[in-house]
């Protein structure tokens, strides 16, 4: 069984500042772990994913995610916040074993990013 | 990359109807994948598709309120059945393809 947990349903930054969303996962078999953006009346777009090679994963639009195994983490960063980052961020995991688990992506419940000007 | 494309985008249905959402894929795809994503939530996994065989659901999802159907490797449909206010989400599907997960841009459905 896997799970994903964000921590903090909202997260307000200026613009500028470090953008950090947090995730959490379990998985008993090692993960593959994304993040998605969502944009107001958009469909997801995925930023990044990992996929068991480099641990430090970068995405577009200049995010940035670490998995760490010790920590069951894969926060997602970004150094400097613009407006256009405002949106919902999904943090998701799946099965690394593929056959009848690929694709099949478990969602944390969403961060809400707010960047003030 | 595939681009996915959905239909109706949105739609107010009244309680004890059916709605059917189509999805359309660009390229041929093995598995297609419908999610749901109740308002405030996050997005659940309702069933796989497979092109000739009958969809997988999963827990919490049978086929006599979201039968699915797939009759090539580029289309899909869902139909949410005997819809009441709680089925009032957006439904979204997903394809693998390229060793990437694309989604769609959604049916937002509101059951009255």
């Known amino acids: 069984a896997q799970s994903v947990t964000q921590l903090g349903s909202h997260v307000s930054v200026s613009e500028g500042a470090l953008v950090l969303l947090r995730c959490n996962y379990s998985?008993?078999?090692?993960?593959?772990l994304f993040w998605y953006v969502q944009y107001p009346n958009q469909g997801l777009q995925l930023l990044l994913k990992y996929t068991s090679a480099a641990t430090l994963v970068k995405g577009i639009n200049g995010f940035e995610a670490e998995f760490k195994k010790s920590e069951t983490s894969f926060h997602l960063t970004k150094p400097s916040a613009h407006m256009s980052d405002a949106a919902e961020y999904f943090c998701a995991v799946s099965s690394s074993s593929g056959g009848t688990s690929y694709g099949k992506l478990t969602f944390g419940q969403g961060t809400i990013l707010t960047v003030h000007p | 990359s595939a681009v996915i494309s959905q239909k109706p985008s949105r739609d107010i249905c009244q309680r004890g109807t059916s709605l059917t959402i189509q999805c359309q894929v660009d390229s041929q795809v093995t598995m297609m994948f419908w999610y749901r994503q109740q308002p405030g939530q996050s997005l659940t996994l309702i069933a796989t598709?497979?092109?000739?065989?009958?969809?997988?659901?999963e827990s919490g999802f049978v086929i006599d309120k979201f039968p699915i159907s797939r009759p090539n490797l580029t289309f899909s449909t869902l139909t949410v059945s005997n819809m009441s206010p709680e089925d009032s989400s957006i439904y979204l599907c997903?394809?693998?393809?390229?060793?990437?997960?694309?989604f769609g841009p959604g049916t937002r459905l509101t059951v009255t």
């Open positions: 997903s394809v693998v393809w390229g060793y990437e997960q694309y």
């Open positions: 998985s008993s078999v090692p993960p593959y």
């Open positions: 598709a497979n092109q000739g065989s009958e969809a997988t659901y």
